[in-house]
């Protein structure tokens, strides 16, 4: 059973992030709000059902996220992560839903906010929370320097260097620097990658991170980046002149040690593959979802959304009342009263609608009707 106190705090730590615009146009603090939301569903206590009830208002007042992480002093929703990780481990955050996509034929594989200085150069330096350093030190553009980037999040963020350092065998030095990502300790976790690798549920070994799990590279890649690199800490250093000597110095090294055919070679980057990207396209043949049709309809006096369920004869089944979208569609889901993927996808696109049309006052218009609900037959 959840603990009263503990589930105090994380109420307390979010309720001050929320009273902050900076939060409410955060991606980090969105993202914990729906976890926590979706953890909480399971818990069946007075004080779960009530922090539920918060949750959801608070995820309505959130506006369209600007940014992933701002590197904060202090993060509210890393600090609340840290108290379920270590108070409540029968709460169980889901992973994070990233996904990036990779592109074959170029490189950096992944896109990301980096500056591409020489990319037959040996140093790759993230500068974590210091977005105005990386542009600096690119201004600069030091002998040896390769590519340079922010580094935020201690999962999506270190795929990326992950996939972009191994589909590069010039790079020989990752220089960590910056300030350090408060509450997600971007930095050290990616010292514990390369010092341990990764576990079984590829989650980081030893990372103090809240939520240091990799799931767009495989165990091979984290491998052969632990191979091919030697990772250099200077976290805290924002001095650009210390960090380009260091550059300068890092690449002397890689033009002296070994010019071998061997050691031009990255270690396992032949099973590397990217992503492949699939062209969109609509369903040539539908059937209808067996388990019938929805009627959504925003309630401006109520401030909810009412959903209703209704078999194919058009007889009234079921009416499922929420404050938000996911709520509606997980309960849904949970009943079993969606069986096709297609109905399910639909559902949630039309309930998101009706959610952004009682947040801004625009009028909602339900979608499609029941060829909506249809599905491409295999």
Not at 251 to 264: G, I, L
């Amino acid at each position: 059973m959840a603990d009263t106190e503990s589930l105090n705090k994380i109420r307390a730590e979010l309720e001050q992030g929320m009273a902050l615009l900076k939060c409410k146009k955060c991606g980090c603090m969105k993202d914990m709000l729906k976890s926590l939301l979706y953890a909480l569903l399971a818990i069946k206590t007075d004080e779960a059902r009530s922090l539920l009830l918060t949750l959801r208002g608070w995820l309505r007042e959130t506006a369209p996220a600007e940014y992933a992480c701002l590197g904060c002093k202090h993060c509210f929703p890393a600090v609340a992560t840290n108290i379920i990780t270590t108070e409540l481990p029968a709460i169980r955050l889901p992973a994070s839903g990233c996904e990036f996509e990779t592109h074959a034929g170029q490189w950096p594989r992944v896109a990301g906010e980096y500056f591409v200085v020489s990319k037959d150069s040996p140093v790759a330096v993230t500068t974590l929370a210091s977005a105005d350093l990386a542009k600096r030190l690119a201004n600069e553009k030091p002998d040896g320097l390769c590519i340079v980037g922010k580094t935020e999040t201690e999962n999506i963020g270190i795929d990326k260097i992950v996939k972009n350092v191994i589909t590069n065998p010039n790079i020989h030095f990752l220089i960590i620097a910056g300030a350090e990502v408060k509450g997600h300790v971007t930095g050290i976790t990616l010292f514990s990658l390369y010092d341990n690798g990764v576990d079984e549920n590829m989650e980081i070994i030893d990372s103090p991170s809240p939520r240091p799990a990799l799931k767009n590279v495989t165990r091979d890649e984290v491998e052969a980046f632990r191979s091919q690199v030697e990772v250099i800490n200077m976290i805290g250093c924002e001095d650009v002149k210390v960090i380009t000597g260091k550059i300068n110095g890092l690449a002397s090294r890689a033009v002296t040690s070994c010019s071998c055919k061997e050691c031009d070679e990255p270690a396992n980057v032949s099973s590397v593959e990217p992503v492949v990207v699939i062209l969109a396209k609509y369903p040539k043949k539908l059937v209808l979802d067996k388990e019938g049709y929805f009627v959504i309809i925003p309630s401006e006096e109520k401030e909810t959304i009412i959903v209703e369920h209704y078999a194919y004869d058009n007889r009234h089944l079921h009416t499922i009342e929420g404050d938000d979208a996911p709520a509606i569609y997980g309960t849904i889901i949970k009943n079993g009263w969606v069986s096709e993927l297609s109905h399910a996808a639909y559902l949630g696109r039309e309930l998101a609608k009706a959610e952004l049309s009682m947040e801004h006052g625009f009028k909602f218009i339900q979608d499609g009707g029941k060829g909506e609900l249809e599905n491409e037959e295999e």
